[in-house]
């Protein structure tokens, strides 16, 4: 039996347009030799719909464009299709997460999601109404003498063998294992975070040589908003061994062949931290602004690491024709920041223009002159500065229909070294998960393997704001190696102060740093949507209160 | 047997602090006659923790609190204390969600909520474990002859009786009546919208009525970030009527007498909308700003309604001497606008400045000449003007230590008759779920029971952005009570196009009001928090996908 994966990048929300791309990918995949194909979670609506999802209206087109769908693969091979489905039991939240049978013309058979992500970026408890209780052969599809166990995404994830504790009480593929399948299939919707998809292989792998079944994992690919899926489908043997594998980060039909399984291909991949980071930045940064409908964007470049590593991102996912560089030098910029920028955008192929905010710096001098008077010069007069900078950005944007990014780093976003309604203004961030010391490694393989586009200068000098004279930003923050560690032990594991010091750092740092984080809460809360590379970044995955005490 | 009910405003994560306020309030309920007294949800960690439960640390630190807390009221009253609890059975959500039994100096028996709501703004399901499959006497207190059943908010809210639909399969006070219980308690964290108090006091009615118990309820009160909690404890009859009503939107040490139910008190409320608007809209406001830290609030005066009764808001949260009104004037503004503005801080008895904008809009014009040349204006120079008061405004509020507040209404953050980072600046919004339509009749209530200090010419003259010459609201917008009522059958109830059309409203009207609604996304993501006051607001309830095909 041969399967076809439709690894697809769809639009969330786009139910006639993703309908129409798993059209042409079925027939694809049957050209190809597929007896049956199956698409990734939610296909159909593309993942996350988040609150479109409370519509009911959405939900029943999903089921009319379904059946539509079916229809017009009457004569195309069978598909298992990810969609959703209303909730008419009258008990309960008001859909499922489905899988849909479509084979004949009809939809035939349904498969529910049973476990629901709750957790992190996850919100499916919100929405969905769990698969009833297990029902003998309730998630088994037979096609062509074959077994297959049907399951959705979370529901490969809860194996008592393969991890220490777990999150749900059942265990779907524990319950599809009285029916002896052949084969278990997985539609997922799988958002990457650095080195995820090693664990994914290995826990899959696993999973199949426990119950000795092959076992075929469709992905979704494509960036949705702060989520970028990097596709990535894969095949294993009954012995847990990888036999296919399709490639990252783009729209694959992929074809797995169950008869001769070292006939397949494993897509080459480079899995080392840049090489991810800079295919979901550009990936995530394409998807964004053109699946908001804009072609351009605009950076301000300030002759900085982060500017410029995200004006090459941009440059790779739109286009250099598509990426304005915007100088906006004050008397504390320094000429070095100013002859890089323009270095930068040269060696780039970007365009460039050059607006000095002097003048108007001056005119918010003489105006606040009299609120000010006898109050000293403190982070205000900086804050006014970044401001300037982004109502002239934003003024760009709307005059040119140019998509602002902002291009805050991970460091900055944590301890609050930024300005909100200044280099906070955009529209998204490339680089908001990625942390300084991130930010540097990722511009330095940058200009080992794509580029050399980035000026050395800007990798070698002292990180400045220029916001007054002879700033450094290591004047304000610690280094950033000590800085970043103690970030990542705090936003990702969890540690408080106490267990960060235990780890062997300095105890009035971490107080710094932690009081730091605590304070930009308010800045993080009004921050353009990022891209999310870790297993825990600043964006729809960090809820924090906001006024309250928070001694962690 | 006489309940105290101990009906506080915590702050969030001020584990210490709370206990505090816990321990005195307990000894005067103990002073008041109470055999033993409760507190609200999770009253020690103030609701909601939102992610800080995520912190092992945090959770820890609550169980040692509240040792410490039953043991300083070794001869106080015993406490039903609302708090959280680490789950240790290695399997599940991290914590569980609880009431602990706090008696003679230790805590001897623990009450773990079933229910867990995962909606609008709830997220519960991502924090806790639900309270294990029922068995006898699992949420049974026996104390001095009664049979005490205890719940926890949503644990009362699914009778099979009182709903149509459900939303949970399990119904814990069903659990419990095989107990028999004399009493059932609830300890809630339940926030306001307007009119929910009619429906709790119906429905907790009718569940008393049911089980034919008395029930005691005790609802936390404050404003946390988005969230008012309206207080408003009370107790029922076992015939179902209401015996006792703490006041609402004050802290309350609130006595139920079980032996006499006629003794006790029911606080006189008003239940009208507008009351209960400007009562939530002070509190939240008061209490946001000062667990925030600040005293001070500045608000940029347009001369319009919306500045206008977000300044009144403010004096009566804060006191007048800590509003500070800015005048902005440009070019465009009229004469009766400023005159308006200078009338309305004197009669509200604030300070007020001016800052005509115009010699930095034409420094921003000079700087924008070259890059704007040949293209056409456009509503970029209004976006313009919007944001030089931003940046403005955010000065002063860096240099006076003052937040600033942003006078946005439901109606213009719905279709987008913002502008982001400019009108859209600030901490935090107090009329951000009023809609237009209620900001009027907010204003006139104001004046008639409180005022009058809204000037009559703020609430009759027609709304205008006056970011051009001569320009109204009505130019852009259909009339508000329409634009209004299609908002709330979209927004509240998540009519599509269709269903508002079928009520009867213009299909052209209510397309453009729709797509308003959908493009205005990416603003509303960055917006500051404000007050939830209807069943569904923009913010943390409102989770929508931003780069995605929108058609509802």
């Known amino acids: 039996m041969k399967i076809g994966i439709l690894q697809l990048n769809p639009v969330v929300g786009d139910l006639d347009g993703n309908a129409t791309k798993i059209h042409a990918a079925a027939l694809e995949a049957a050209r190809l030799g597929a007896d049956f194909c199956l698409t990734s979670e939610m296909a159909l609506t593309g993942y996350p719909p988040r609150d479109l999802l409370l519509y009911g209206g959405f939900v029943d087109k999903a089921r009319i464009v379904t059946e539509k769908l079916a229809l017009n693969l009457k004569d195309g091979p069978p598909l298992l299709l990810g969609t959703v489905e209303r909730n008419s039991t009258g008990q309960g939240k008001p859909v499922f997460n489905c899988a849909l049978w479509c084979e004949n013309g009809t939809i035939s058979q349904v498969f529910r999601k049973t476990?629901?992500?709750?957790?992190?970026?996850?919100?499916?408890?919100?929405?969905?109404?769990?698969?009833?209780?297990?029902?003998?052969?309730?998630?088994?599809?037979?096609?062509?003498?074959?077994?297959?166990?049907?399951?959705?995404?979370?529901?490969a994830w809860n194996d008592k063998d393969y991890w220490d504790s777990r999150t749900y009480s059942r265990d779907p593929l524990d319950e599809a294992s009285a029916s002896n399948p052949d084969l278990i299939v997985n539609l997922s919707a799988s958002p990457i975070f650095l080195g995820k998809q090693k664990l994914r292989e290995d826990m899959l792998g696993s999973v199949a040589k426990k119950y000795?079944?092959?076992?075929?994992?469709?992905?979704?690919?494509?960036?949705?908003?702060?989520?970028?899926?990097?596709?990535?489908?894969?095949g294993f043997a009954p012995d847990g061994?990888?036999?296919?594998?399709?490639?990252?980060?783009?729209?694959?039909?992929?074809?797995?062949?169950?008869?001769?399984?070292?006939?397949?291909?494993?897509?080459?991949?480079d899995f080392s931290q840049e090489a991810e980071t800079w295919q979901t930045i550009v990936l995530g940064t394409r998807d964004y602004v053109q699946k908001s409908g804009f072609a351009k964007v605009l950076i301000g470049l300030s002759g900085g690491i982060d500017s410029a590593v995200t004006a090459a991102v941009a440059a790779e996912a739109l286009g250099t024709e598509n990426v304005i560089g915007v100088l906006m030098p004050s008397p504390y910029s320094s000429q070095g920041s100013i002859d890089d920028s323009l270095e930068l955008a040269r060696s780039l192929?970007?365009?460039?223009?050059?607006?000095?905010i002097e003048p108007i710096m001056n005119?918010?001098?003489?105006?606040?002159?009299?609120?000010?008077?006898?109050y000293p010069v403190d982070t205000t007069e900086e804050n006014i500065q970044s401001r300037i900078r982004g109502n002239l950005l934003m003024a760009l944007s709307n005059k040119y229909g140019a998509m602002l990014l902002t291009t805050g780093n991970k460091s900055e976003l944590a301890?609050?070294?930024?300005?909100?309604?200044?280099?906070?203004?955009?529209?998204?961030?490339?680089?908001?998960d990625v942390d300084k010391t991130g930010v540097f490694a990722l511009a330095r393989w940058y200009n080992d393997t794509i580029g050399p586009n980035i000026p050395e200068a800007i990798i070698t000098k002292p990180p400045s704001a220029e916001l007054r004279p002879d700033q450094k930003d290591q004047d304000s923050l610690p280094p950033y190696d000590i800085l970043d560690a103690i970030l990542e032990l705090h936003i990702e594991h969890h540690n408080s102060m106490h267990q960060i010091v235990e780890k062997g750092f300095d105890q009035e740092t971490v107080e710094r740093v932690l009081k730091l984080v605590r304070f930009a809460e308010f800045k993080r809360r009004q921050a353009a949507p990022g891209i999310k590379l870790t297993p825990r970044s600043f964006g729809t995955g960090w809820r924090m209160p906001l006024a309250c005490k928070r001694e962690l």
Do not use: W
Not at 117 to 144: C, H, M, S, W
Not at 243 to 258: C, K, M, Q, S, T
Not at 365 to 372: N, Q
Not at 418 to 428: E, S
């Open 349 to 356: 192929g970007i365009r460039s223009m050059t607006l000095p």
């Open 241 to 269: 061994t990888l036999v296919g594998r399709a490639p990252g980060f783009v729209e694959a039909v992929h074809i797995i062949d169950l008869n001769t399984l070292s006939a397949n291909t494993i897509a080459e991949d």
């Open 363 to 374: 005119s918010f001098e003489t105006t606040l002159s009299e609120p000010f008077k006898g």
């Open 115 to 155: 476990l629901l992500p709750t957790y992190d970026v996850f919100d499916e408890e919100r929405y969905f109404e769990p698969a009833p209780a297990a029902t003998p052969k309730g998630n088994i599809l037979e096609f062509q003498g074959k077994t297959i166990a049907v399951t959705i995404c979370e529901d």
């Open 415 to 432: 301890v609050g070294y930024c300005t909100i309604y200044g280099d906070m203004a955009g529209g998204f961030s490339a680089i908001s």
């Open 212 to 234: 000795s079944t092959q076992l075929v994992y469709a992905n979704q690919v494509g960036g949705n908003d702060d989520l970028v899926f990097d596709g990535r489908s894969c």
